[in-house]
């Protein structure tokens, strides 16, 4: 473990961590992807070290605010920040707002008022660490999160709206200086270029071009308090994993034609997320005549009681589900008991 990291634990005031750290290998590149399971398999077991460790992580490549929020000192900041040169990605990103900022200020002393914003900001970044995103910025009363960066899952979009959810409620459940908080959360899907660093010490971000952040904050300015709202490109990606009140086609400034919206209402209790996410009127299954007769001769010699296990495997995306469901049209007229059982992405 580099001495960086020592010394990033001890201005935290929790150096006792850092033997821990040293001995699980955990160096900078790999700080910023650790999650709150991974703090407790790290023998972090107070909640208090857990929020105050998981805050500096995410915030660690912000700006500054970022680190004010957090109370990361700005050399740890620019030292442990993430490198890497201009990539396109596939990116989910989250806009968070706190409604009522500006009139807030008129009446909070500025001291509260910072208390208020900060712990807003650790709120909303507890949350989005919790779903492995990565907090790009903090600006004043708004939160940037992006998922898909610098760790991409197969389940960026619906991450991010999870996380949304979480995050409102998370606000909603604040209780700092006797004020009522709201947040109000915009989310978009689409291809970017995370760019080079732009900025210096502290102030150093990686850029990321394209519409989808632009996207994401105009629907945040769309969205009513307490609710989420997502684009077209992210409602392709979450299917039927939540419900939605569709909000239909708006105009949007800065984005030619008509945008299709919808509110995210609350999570859906599916019986398989392979529906959810691809509905029940699945496309012919074309090329896969030879893995659907191997499973229907290791069906019929377990009918003669000849046990069977079938393992079906490879990549993502190449289609172990969709064989699955065709083995199960083709026995729906036989007797048979199904057991399904899902893991995590």
């Not at 010394?7 to 005031?13: H, S």
């Not at 086609?249 to 392979?274: H, M, T």
């Not at 009681?305 to 026995?331: F, N, T, W, Y």
Request: hydrophobic residues 45%; contains cysteine.
């Amino acid at each position: 473990m580099s001495i960086e990291i020592t010394d990033w634990l001890r201005g935290l005031g929790l150096e006792q961590y850092a033997t821990a750290f040293r001995d699980n290998d955990i160096d900078g590149d790999l700080l910023w992807r650790l999650t709150a399971e991974d703090l407790r398999e790290l023998g972090v077991a107070s909640v208090g070290h857990r929020r105050r460790l998981l805050d500096a992580i995410v915030a660690f490549g912000a700006p500054a605010p970022a680190a004010d929020a957090s109370g990361l000192p700005a050399e740890a900041t620019a030292t442990l920040a993430p490198k890497g040169d201009a990539e396109r990605r596939h990116l989910t990103v989250m806009f968070c707002d706190l409604v009522g900022s500006t009139a807030l200020s008129t009446w909070l002393d500025p001291e509260d008022l910072r208390e208020v914003i900060g712990a807003y900001h650790r709120a909303v970044t507890e949350i989005v660490a919790a779903f492995d995103g990565f907090v790009s910025r903090y600006m004043g009363d708004g939160v940037l999160v992006y998922f898909g960066y610098p760790q991409a899952h197969e389940d960026d979009a619906e991450r991010a709206v999870r996380a949304g959810l979480g995050a409102i409620d998370a606000v909603r459940r604040l209780d700092v200086k006797s004020v009522k908080l709201q947040a109000r959360v915009g989310i978009a899907t689409g291809l970017v270029v995370v760019g080079d660093l732009i900025g210096a010490g502290a102030a150093q971000e990686q850029s990321v071009v394209g519409e989808t952040p632009n996207l994401a904050a105009r629907l945040q300015a769309l969205a009513e308090p307490d609710t989420v709202v997502i684009a077209a490109g992210t409602r392709r990606l979450v299917g039927d994993l939540f419900e939605y009140r569709d909000l239909g086609a708006v105009e949007v400034k800065g984005i030619a034609g008509l945008v299709p919206i919808w509110q995210v209402l609350l999570p859906r209790i599916v019986p398989s997320r392979f529906e959810a996410l691809h509905g029940l009127a699945l496309t012919r299954l074309v090329g896969r005549d030879e893995e659907i007769d191997l499973l229907l001769r290791r069906w019929a010699r377990a009918k003669t009681g000849d046990g069977q296990v079938v393992l079906v495997s490879g990549e993502p995306g190449i289609g172990k589900s969709r064989i699955v469901a065709a083995l199960e049209e083709r026995l729906r007229t036989e007797p048979h008991l199904r057991l399904r059982y899902f893991c995590s992405p």
